[in-house]
């Protein structure tokens, strides 16, 4: 999800109506701030007042997208120098949200690779910098999935629901939930150093750019079906409670380890392929595992087709309040705005 022009989504600062006063000489290392997630996580903390390091692939770019930040950093974690490490020293937090994406176009079994190896490469260069650090930061928040608890070991969930998943339950035993367990624990070999780590388990993130508005544009087009069987769940979140829950772990010291990013009305994929049908006051026809499994590459996909419900747990019995608890709700705010989306075209003469 690395479409670049989006600024400043519109209620994104509402999250934080209680945020605490700014921070002045505080300094926070991002990597992957010019992503979906990373932008609007930007703009809240630069707003708090937060020194920012940007570490990017390409700094230039990061400079534009992102104006205002205190550096902006060529980002090459397989190198264990450089002056992005440096930038870890010291710092009040290091956020990791870079790598390649999992709804990238699908491409093969070395696209997969990509994904795993860019995620785990970045946590272990940020984590060998901590290790070097004069003074390690206090914080290391990094991003997991939910693909972390597994996909039904590959199965189609069918008859009896699927148990739910919060943060005490185990991993699963797929490819997937291997590669996030070798992750996790890449990333919380920082709490040897000290660094309070927490891994955030991420569902499907609905936005006005992403997969979201990719769906829509079927359903708009009469090409939007459910994915069978149908009673699969979808764990999903909205743009702004991601950005909450990132925050959240940043200003609550008793947010450690897993904090699952989903909301807490689980949908189903039949569920969820309705709401959008409803809102955009189209039927749904054809099922669309077809075209699901051909866009997307391994999670991107099996979220669809093979998901899972997943609680959370933490986030709730810690006080957070989702503004965007209800599908409904979510799609409400976000299809309005996805209709004068240029992502979501409509078809010719319509
Ligand atoms: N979006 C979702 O629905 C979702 C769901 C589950 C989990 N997550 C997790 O949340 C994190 C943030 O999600 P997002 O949607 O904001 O991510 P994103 O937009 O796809 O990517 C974030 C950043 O990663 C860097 N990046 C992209 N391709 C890369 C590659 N091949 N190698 C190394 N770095 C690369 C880019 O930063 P630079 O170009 O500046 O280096 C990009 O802006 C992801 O790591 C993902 O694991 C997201």
């Known amino acids: 999800m690395n479409g670049r022009p989006l600024a400043r989504?519109?209620?994104?600062?509402?999250?934080?109506?209680d945020m605490p006063p700014p921070s002045p000489n505080r300094?926070?290392?991002i990597a992957g701030a010019t992503g979906l997630v990373g932008r609007p996580l930007f703009?809240?903390?630069?707003r708090r007042g937060f020194r920012l390091s940007i570490l990017s692939r390409d700094p230039a770019a990061a400079r534009l997208l992102l104006p205002g930040a205190a550096e902006y950093l060529s980002f090459r974690p397989a190198a264990r120098e450089g002056r992005w490490a440096a930038a870890v020293d010291g710092a009040e937090a290091v956020l990791m949200l870079a790598g390649a994406s999992s709804f990238a176009r699908r491409s093969g079994p070395d696209g997969r690779r990509e994904i795993r190896e860019s995620r785990l490469v970045a946590n272990r260069g940020l984590v060998t910098a901590m290790a070097d650090a004069r003074v390690p930061p206090r914080l290391f928040v990094t991003a997991s999935s939910v693909g972390y608890y597994g996909f039904l070991d590959g199965l189609r969930p069918?008859?009896?629901?699927?148990?739910?998943?919060?943060?005490?339950?185990?991993g699963g035993n797929d490819e997937i939930s291997r590669d996030y367990r070798q992750l996790e624990g890449a990333a919380r070999a920082a709490e040897r150093y000290g660094v309070r780590t927490v891994v955030v388990r991420t569902g499907l993130v609905l936005a006005t750019e992403g997969a979201l508005p990719e769906i829509a544009a079927r359903v708009r087009r009469f090409l939007g079906g459910i994915v069978p069987p149908g009673d699969q769940p979808l764990p999903w979140i909205h743009l702004e409670d991601e950005i909450g829950l990132w925050l959240l772990?940043?200003?609550?010291?008793r947010v450690r380890g897993p904090l699952n990013a989903t909301a807490p009305e689980p949908r189903t994929?039949?569920?969820?392929?309705?709401?959008?049908?409803r809102r955009l006051r189209r039927p749904l026809w054809l099922p669309m595992d077809g075209w699901i499994v051909r866009r997307w590459t391994?999670?991107?996909a099996l979220l669809f087709s093979h998901g899972r419900s997943v609680a959370p747990?933490?986030?709730?019995?810690?006080?957070?309040?989702?503004?965007y608890p209800t599908l409904d709700g979510a799609l409400r705010a976000l299809l309005r705005r996805t209709e004068l989306s240029a992502l979501a075209p409509r078809p010719a003469g319509a």
Do not use: C, H, W
Not at 249 to 253: E, I, K
Not at 269 to 277: D, L
Not at 313 to 323: D, I, N, P, S, V
């Open 43 to 46: 703009f809240q903390l630069q």
């Open 313 to 323: 747990r933490k986030a709730l019995a810690l006080g957070y309040r989702f503004r």
């Open 27 to 29: 300094r926070i290392a």
């Open 9 to 17: 989504p519109a209620g994104v600062r509402n999250v934080v109506k």
């Open 298 to 300: 391994g999670e991107g």
């Open 158 to 170: 069918s008859g009896a629901p699927p148990p739910v998943a919060d943060e005490r339950t185990l």
């Open 249 to 253: 772990a940043l200003d609550d010291p």
């Open 269 to 277: 994929n039949r569920e969820f392929m309705q709401a959008i049908a």
